[in-house]
């Protein structure tokens, strides 16, 4: 995988967009504080899909897409509490297991979203294809993709400025990388089969017509 030149389309969108970027953001990251977390999950589905679709085909994001996936809002509710509550329990045990289950829950699920949005797969199946996706051919590659997008996330992440700036960076990264690995690679259906070439005129019925032509002379 071409790292530098994923890092490098990254960073040129994000400045070609960075007015919408910024905007979209900034509202995704109120309305997340406002609803107490509640809204988070899913209005960053709606996030990566709007950055999906500016990655494949120039499209501005807009704030109302952020909304757009609202039909989402019980599983990934119910998926973030189920993670909030393995982090807390592994926070609460150690430090480090709580960093092993958020790094290996985003490992795992590093591309659970977009197959949701993009290819409407449900919850459960969106992370069992995630994980074989991750685990699969180019492990590495993904585990240095995962590696970059929560680096550069955590980046600006301690000051609320930056992170406006390196969270739309990281998602546009990691949509740039799942438009190569995982919507490129999409199944094609099956090709149809040719239509069978037109009959040509039946022998059998012409002979026939001769010899009763024939006889018919004699």
């Known amino acids: 995988m071409d790292f530098k ?31 107490l977390g509640i809204l988070a999950p899913v209005t960053m589905a709606g996030y990566m899909q709007s950055i999906l679709m500016m990655v494949r085909s120039g499209r501005e994001p807009k704030i109302q897409d952020l909304f757009s996936e609202m039909r989402l809002f019980l599983p990934l509710l119910a998926f973030g509490i189920v993670v909030a509550i393995a982090s807390m ?5 150690l430090f480090l297991p709580g960093i092993v289950i958020v790094c290996g829950v985003t490992f795992v699920c590093l591309y659970m979203m977009p197959l949701m949005t993009d290819r409407n797969f ?26 970059l997008f929560m680096g550069i996330s955590a980046i600006g992440s301690s000051v609320f400025v930056g992170w406006l700036f390196t969270q739309p960076l990281a998602t546009v990264f990691l ?9 490129g690679n999409a199944p094609t259906p099956p090709a149809t089969q040719p239509p069978f070439p037109p009959e040509g005129p039946d022998k059998t019925r ?3 017509e001769d010899e009763i032509t024939l006889k018919y002379k004699m």
């Open 89 to 93: 329990i592994g926070f609460s045990i």
């Open 122 to 147: 449900g919850l459960i199946d969106a992370v069992k294809e995630s994980f074989r996706i991750v685990t699969g051919d180019g492990l590495m590659d993904h585990v240095i993709v995962a590696i």
């Open 175 to 183: 949509m740039r990388v799942y438009e190569e690995k995982v919507a």
């Open 206 to 208: 012409d002979n026939s």
């Open 5 to 35: 030149s994923h890092l490098e389309t990254a960073w040129h969108l994000t400045l070609k967009y960075i007015v919408s970027l910024l905007l979209i953001t900034l509202v995704m990251g109120v309305v997340s504080f406002l609803s």
